[in-house]
């Protein structure tokens, strides 16, 4: 079993900074990239910004220079630092993370979302 379980969304005002929290767990050996989607009312689910085991990140034109996603390797967890926050951003958040399992079994898998609405 593996879980992934966003946290630190919320009700944001424009030009906030809030940071979401996302934490692997379960039968997990090692995880590859991790990343951060998000899915707004009516558009489809769109990456947000990855970051490999390394460190190699790569954002969406759309949040870089206001985004910063980071990760810790030895906690299983990614985040994602969220800078200068404009109503378009409202969206649910969503972490994934490519893993590899105990078993050798490689999983992609997604957290459950984590609303992040931006309004005064």
């Known amino acids: 079993q593996v879980q992934l379980v966003e946290s630190g969304g919320g009700l944001v005002q424009p030009g906030g900074s809030p940071r979401l929290s996302c934490a692997a767990s379960?039968?997990?050996?090692?995880?590859?990239?991790m990343g951060w989607y998000r899915q707004a009312p009516g558009k489809q689910r769109e990456l947000v910004a990855d970051?490999?085991?390394?460190?190699?990140?790569n954002y969406a034109d759309s949040v870089k220079g206001r985004f910063t996603i980071s990760r810790d390797n030895a906690k299983n967890m990614v985040y994602l630092q969220m800078n200068s926050l404009k109503p378009e951003d409202t969206a649910v958040y969503y972490c994934n993370a490519d893993l590899i399992l105990t078993t050798g079994w490689r999983l992609t898998s997604w957290g459950q979302g984590t609303q992040v609405t931006v309004s005064s």
């Open positions: 970051i490999t085991s390394g460190g190699s990140t």
């Open positions: 379960g039968n997990i050996f090692s995880i590859n990239t």
